[in-house]
């Protein structure tokens, strides 16, 4: 499993670098829901498939949505954003 600063790093390799206001807002979300490094990977894949870039409000709404949820993993994450139909991942 990867951690957050891992998975930045991965990212960049692929050409997807971000900001220091974006990881500012991954680490404000990560704090703000005391969520788990795999929760907040997760939201970020999900911001990027659905914004087609880094939003970080939309980062902080995703990850409210799962720690309201009581979602755990991205399997969860996954059924969870599928069976309600909201967004088209």
């Known amino acids: 499993m990867k951690t957050i600063e891992e998975y930045l790093l991965f990212l960049d390799g692929k050409g997807f670098s971000f900001g220091d206001d974006a990881i500012g807002f991954i680490y404000f979300g990560k704090a703000y829901t005391n969520a788990t490094d795999q929760l907040v990977i997760t939201a970020i894949e999900c911001t990027l498939k659905i914004q087609k870039k880094f939003d970080g409000s939309f980062f902080v709404s ?26 088209p991942l």
Do not use: A
């Not at 309201?68 to 994450?77: A, I, Q, R, W």
């Open 62 to 87: 995703l990850l409210e949505m799962f720690i309201d949820n009581e979602l755990k993993t991205k399997k969860e994450v996954m059924s969870f954003i599928k069976s309600n139909q909201l967004f």
